[in-house]
């Protein structure tokens, strides 16, 4: 049987909620940053390479909605993302990972639109996945 930790479905976050496990084992959906952000604060994300996924997933998730039409307001947003998902679990290493490769991944196309921009992030959280 293939189990997956962390995975983006049906444009969400399907994660293992850990804090059931050994006894249940229940799927949790998240589709926005707050949500991801709680489940992150309740240990229901656990693991190194989980949170760091579920960083990365939780950045896009507080940027895919953004309104914003020039790379500088886009910054802020993705700033506001990034400094939102670290708090969840200050001493987490694996989670500021993924927070600064999705910042890394918008760094590296200033010319980009702003789809462009958002599809950079999911992209590089797929690969955190991966």
């Known amino acids: 049987m293939d189990i997956t930790t962390i995975a983006w479905v049906d444009n969400q976050v399907k994660i293992i909620d850990q804090t059931k496990l050994p006894f249940k084992f229940v799927h949790l959906y998240?589709?926005?940053?707050?949500?991801m952000v709680?489940?992150?604060?309740?240990?229901?994300?656990?693991?190194?390479?989980?949170?760091g996924a579920a960083a990365a997933l939780g950045v896009y998730l507080g940027v895919?909605?953004?309104?914003?039409k020039t790379f500088a307001e886009f910054a802020k947003d993705l700033n506001s993302a990034?400094?939102?998902?670290?708090?969840?679990?200050?001493?987490?290493?694996?989670?500021?990972?993924?927070?600064?490769?999705s910042a890394k991944a918008v760094l590296a196309n200033p010319g980009g639109t702003i789809k462009q921009l958002k599809r950079a992030i999911l992209e590089e959280a797929l690969a955190i996945i991966e």
């Open 64 to 68: 895919r909605n953004s309104k914003a």
């Open 30 to 35: 998240i589709k926005d940053i707050n949500s």
């Open 82 to 101: 990034c400094g939102y998902i670290a708090s969840s679990r200050p001493t987490a290493r694996n989670l500021f990972w993924g927070v600064e490769r």
């Open 38 to 51: 709680h489940a992150i604060k309740l240990l229901k994300v656990r693991g190194a390479p989980a949170l």
